[in-house]
Nanobody
């Protein structure tokens, strides 16, 4: 079994910051190698889009242009956890944020395609509104 559980979403005002968390649990994550973990988001009526990714061993990071410079992705290997801090949130950041894990390692951490990831969480809602 494998489970990714996101938390930390909520309703915030424009200009606020938010930190999302993702915990990977289950036998699959205990016995398999994680190559990359990432955050995606999906706004109403839009396709799921890449936000940020982090290489699980080396810690290489990669950000979408929409969040680069105001976001930080981080990990805690010992806790099998990943985090995303987003600053200066704007209404266009409103979306469901999903955590994803790549246990196959066939594509680079710099590949933003959701096809790279074979495990997904259920998502956490982030709403930015005044």
């Amino acid at each position: 079994q494998a489970q990714l559980v996101e938390s930390g979403g909520g309703q915030v005002q424009p200009g606020d910051s938010l930190t999302l968390s993702c915990v990977a649990s289950g036998d699959t994550f205990r016995t398999s190698r994680i190559y990359t973990m990432a955050w995606f988001r999906q706004a109403p009526g839009k396709e799921r889009e890449f936000v940020a990714a982090i290489g699980w061993n080396g810690g290489t990071t990669y950000y979408a242009k929409s969040v680069k410079g105001r976001s930080t992705i981080a990990k805690d290997n010992a806790k099998n956890s990943m985090y995303l801090q987003v600053n200066s949130l704007q209404p266009e950041d409103t979306a469901i944020y999903y955590c994803a894990a790549d246990l196959e390692g066939n594509l680079s951490v710099f590949n933003p395609s959701p096809l790279k990831y074979n495990y997904w969480g259920q998502g956490t809602q982030v709403t930015v509104s005044s």
